[in-house]
């Protein structure tokens, strides 16, 4: 917080400080004490003392005087805003979102939920970099196009379920969808990461030739490959008949298959089996992606005097008011 005239809030300090004595020197020179009683006699006292009550209204006067000053001092919120100089890199990530990903294999939590707080974990380090969000089923969608709105990004992350989209896995179409999307993309630094735990079983689209667009577009392609094989525990609720399933899953895949997809968009292939190897998969992404980020900022400044001047016009208005129409019907 800062003031654009600091010296009225000096003055007024000083002169509420300054007050009690003018006060009292005024009422010295100009006023006589003269006690109500018989002469001689014992001076008369009201029944009941209000003295702290008045000066309590005294206080409330005071202060909202002092917050006057305040307000004529131009109070300022001031907040300072990093602005992007630079722009960031332009990711799309393509997200299975098939049941399978349910298999709890990434340290007690499912491939899926281990895939979103990647996802999430990414952004938040990449404050300038343009992500987007295409989920995979037996459809595939573009969720979030590139944006530097981590709010949208993860609202929709958050509220995304498994199989929303079918029980299916159209690898090419969401790889289709993420091509089209960053082919009119301009930045220094363009990359498609595809999230997988199986093969394209659905989709009029081959993963491969989606993804052979890539190199003429200049966007770095990843196939991350997540879960282990064999026998896993699942538990998973469909979302449009509610029915929960649970019990253990028979996960297999051929990388071979991912590995192409890699390889036909001049990418880069990882499996990545355990939690661990997930978290090293994404940090190898993270450096290989980086961009040059140039940064500064601003400082906004919001005006707040009304705030003090509707505080004070209260505090002395109900002084005054409860001076006037309450004490006085007691003193």
């Known amino acids: 917080m800062a003031f654009e005239r600091p010296f009225l809030v000096i003055a007024g300090i000083l002169t509420i400080i300054a007050l009690p004595f003018l006060s009292r020197l005024i009422k010295d020179a100009l006023v006589v004490d003269a006690p109500l009683g018989p002469p001689g006699g014992t001076p008369f006292k009201p029944p009941h003392s209000f003295s702290l009550f008045i000066k309590a209204l005294g206080v409330a006067e005071r202060i909202g005087a002092l917050l006057l000053f305040v ?32 298999c709890l294999d990434m340290n007690n939590k499912n491939r899926f939920d281990a895939s979103r707080a990647m ?10 970099d343009n992500i987007g969000l295409v989920a995979v089923g037996k459809d595939a969608s573009l969720l979030v196009p590139p944006t530097v709105d981590r709010e949208a990004l993860f609202s929709r992350l958050d509220a995304l379920r498994l199989g929303e989209l ?15 999307h960053i082919s009119g993309s301009n930045a220094a630094k363009k990359a498609v990461a595809l999230i997988t735990d199986g093969e394209n079983n659905a989709g009029s689209i081959n993963p491969a030739t989606a993804a052979s667009i890539f190199p003429d577009l200049g966007v770095d392609l990843w196939v991350i490959a997540v879960g282990s094989s064999g026998e896993i525990p ?4 469909d979302p449009f008949t509610k029915t929960r399933r649970t019990g ?13 997809i890699a390889s036909r968009g ?10 661990d190897t ?22 906004k400044t919001k005006p707040v005097h009304s705030v003090f001047v509707i505080t004070a016009v209260f505090l002395i208005a109900a002084a005054r008011l409860v001076r006037r129409y309450i004490a006085g019907i007691f003193l």
């Open 71 to 102: 307000a004529a001092a131009g109070p300022l919120f001031l907040s300072s805003q990093t602005v992007w100089l630079s722009r960031g890199a332009d990711i799309i990530f393509v997200l299975d979102i098939s049941p399978s990903m349910a």
């Open 166 to 180: 079918g029980d299916g896995t159209a690898l090419g179409l969401g790889l289709a969808i993420a091509g089209l």
């Open 266 to 275: 001049n990418g880069t292939y990882i499996g990545a089996p355990s939690a």
């Open 119 to 128: 996802v999430r974990d990414f952004a938040e380090r990449r404050p300038s």
């Open 248 to 260: 253990l899953f028979e996960s297999r895949f051929d990388p071979e298959k991912l590995k192409q």
């Open 278 to 299: 997930f978290t090293e998969a994404f940090a190898l992404f993270d450096q290989r992606e980086l961009s040059v980020q140039r940064s500064g900022s601003i400082t």
């Open 234 to 237: 699942i538990d998973y609720i």
